[in-house]
């Protein structure tokens, strides 16, 4: 199971790092990422991490201003968020494949087969 926390209000230019945690398994292997779902939108990727080769992909929206990582235990991922603007308010999920991905499917939805409940980021103008 995936356990997603951090989300919060914060202000256009803030920054919140968001945490997702692995109940009975580590991330060191296979991939990692984050996904957003907006009122009324889509589910939209944001980010994401192979864990063997450590490369990391990004929306076009959030290059430069996310990243993603792990903690040395590999229990732990993160999503750090900085220059936060009002169009990034949304629910943010966290989700996982235990099988690596090829790098054209890393910003796919379906590519990931556990997934967290989501924590809810509101950034105010």
């Known amino acids: 199971q995936l356990q997603a926390s951090g989300g919060g209000l914060v202000q256009a230019g803030g920054s919140l790092r968001l945490s997702c945690v692995a109940s009975g398994r580590t991330f060191d292997s296979g991939a990692m990422g984050w996904f957003r779902q907006a009122p009324g939108k889509e589910r939209e990727f944001v980010g994401s991490?192979?864990?063997?080769?450590?490369?990391?992909y990004y929306a076009d929206s959030v290059k430069g201003r996310f990243a993603i990582s792990r903690d040395n235990a590999k229990t732990t991922m993160y999503l750090q968020m900085n220059r936060l603007k009002p169009e990034d308010t949304a629910v943010y999920y966290c989700?996982?494949?235990?099988?690596?991905?090829?790098?054209?499917?890393?910003?796919?939805?379906?590519?990931?087969?556990?997934w967290g409940q989501g924590t809810l980021v509101t950034v105010s103008s």
């Open positions: 989700a996982t494949r235990g099988r690596r991905i090829v790098a054209s499917a890393m910003n796919l939805a379906w590519s990931f087969d556990h």
């Open positions: 991490l192979d864990a063997w080769t450590r490369s990391t």
